[in-house]
C-alpha cells in the first residue's frame, strides 16, 4: 500500500484533469493504493473541487495539513489555533497591506479592511469581526510574489512562537506553528496505520516544501526552484508520476 499526496493548484491540475489523468489515478487505487489531495484550500474548497473535478480520491488535506476530510465531507482531524490570536492577526495583515483576510472556522468568515468591500453575509470588517470558537488557517492574499514574500517575513516575526505562516505564491496561508503539509499526510499515515516510506509526494510550490523534503518526492516541471531542488523527481504531470510508481 502506497499513499500519494498530491497538491492541486499547478499540480494535479497542471495541464487539466483529463481522462487519462482521471484513468491513471483511478489504476492507482484499484491497486490498493490511496490517492489524497493536500492543498491549501480550505474545507470547502477541496470539496468542491472533488466535486466538480469527479477525480477519484481517498483523502482531502486541506488548510495546509490543518484539516483531514474524507470524500463525503466528514472531518476526521482539525488542528486549531487559538482565537485570541485571530483579530490581532488580521490587524497586523491590513497593518502591512491586505486588503482581506478568509477565517477558517466553523462558519464563513471573510474580513476586509475597507467596510464597502462586505456585500454579503459572514463577510465583516475588523471592527465588526465577530469572535470565533477556532480558526484553522487566515489566509490572504497579496499583489505580488515579493509582497507575499515580505508580509509572510512579518506575520514570522510577529506570531511566529504560535503560528507557521506559509507562503503559496502571492497567497499566504497562516496554520497554528506545528503544522503543514508534511504533518498532514504524517496524520493520515497515521490513520491508515501506514509508514513514512508509503507515502509519496507531488508539489510546485513554497508551501509544499515541507512534504517535499520529508517524503519520496515529485516536483512538477513548473514548480519553483527551490522545490525541484528538494524533491527526488521532477516529473511532468501526476499521470507520468504514477506509471512511473506502478511500474516499480
Known amino acids: 500500500m502506497k499513499i500519494i499526496g498530491s497538491d492541486y493548484d499547478g499540480t494535479l491540475n497542471y495541464g487539466g484533469i483529463d481522462e487519462v489523468k482521471l484513468a491513471a489515478i483511478e489504476k ?10 493536500v492543498s491549501g484550500r480550505g474545507p470547502d474548497g477541496v470539496l468542491e473541487l472533488y466535486e466538480e473535478k469527479k477525480f477519484g480520491c481517498d483523502y482531502l488535506v486541506a488548510n495546509n495539513g490543518a484539516v483531514i476530510l474524507k470524500p463525503d465531507g466528514e472531518e476526521i482531524y482539525v488542528a486549531k489555533c487559538d482565537p485570541k490570536i485571530a483579530k490581532p492577526l488580521v490587524k497586523h495583515l491590513f497593518e502591512n497591506g491586505c486588503e482581506w483576510a478568509h477565517v477558517q472556522t466553523n462558519f464563513y468568515c471573510r474580513v476586509f479592511a475597507d467596510e464597502k468591500n462586505c456585500t454579503k453575509k459572514g463577510e465583516y470588517t475588523l471592527e465588526t469581526m465577530p469572535d470565533v470558537p477556532y480558526f484553522s488557517q487566515i489566509n490572504t492574499q497579496l499583489p505580488t510574489f515579493e509582497e507575499s514574500a515580505k508580509v509572510t517575513a512579518s506575520v514570522n516575526e510577529a506570531f511566529g512562537e ?19 503539509k508534511a504533518v498532514g499526510l504524517y496524520k493520515l499515515a497515521e490513520i491508515l496505520s501506514a509508514k513514512k516510506e508509503d507515502i509519496i509526494a507531488v508539489g510546485d510550490n513554497i508551501n509544499d516544501t515541507h512534504m517535499i523534503a520529508e517524503f519520496r518526492s515529485y516536483a512538477m516541471e513548473n514548480a519553483v526552484d527551490s522545490i525541484k531542488e528538494l524533491a527526488d523527481f521532477v516529473t511532468p504531470s501526476v499521470t507520468d508520476l504514477i506509471q512511473k510508481e506502478l511500474a516499480e
Open 28 to 37: 492507482w487505487r484499484n491497486a490498493g493504493n490511496f490517492f489524497a489531495l
Open 162 to 180: 504560535e503560528l507557521n505562516p506559509l507562503q503559496n505564491g502571492e497567497c499566504l496561508d497562516i496554520v497554528r506553528k506545528d503544522i503543514n
